[in-house]
Nanobody
Framework: QVQLVESGGGLVQPGGSLRLSCAAS????????MGWYRQAPGKQRELVAT???????NYADSVKGRFTISRDDFKNTVYLPMNSLKPEDTAIYYC??????WGQGTQVTVSS
């Protein structure tokens, strides 16, 4: 049974930073395409960043240069450090395995 557990969300001021983590079990992140998505209130879920099993990354234009997706194969965890956060980054952030599994989400709120 695959489980993806996100952590690291919270309340941060504009310009601040957070690092999201996605700890996986029942699945090896190093041999799966993984990603982060987000859903803001009243909006559809959207792609934030992905990393393929061979390490190729892709980002939404809105987060390029501010967010970085990475993984630690030893810890079986995917990360999303987020810098220069903006109020429009406020959303629930979800970890995803392309094979179809989703985490429960972690709330990120950017507000002064």
């Amino acid at each position: 049974q695959v489980q993806l557990v996100e952590s690291g969300g919270g309340l941060v001021q504009p310009g601040g930073s957070l690092r999201l983590s996605c700890a996986a079990s029942g699945l090896t992140v190093g041999v799966n395409d993984m990603g982060w998505y987000r859903q803001a209130p009243g909006k559809q879920r959207e792609l934030v960043a992905t990393i393929t099993w061979h390490g190729i990354t892709n980002y939404a234009d809105s987060v390029k240069g501010r967010f970085t997706i990475s993984r630690d194969d030893f810890k079986n965890t995917v990360y999303l450090p987020m810098n220069s956060l903006k109020p429009e980054d406020t959303a629930i952030y979800y970890c995803n395995a392309k094979s179809g599994s989703w985490g429960q989400g972690t709330q990120v709120t950017v507000s002064s």
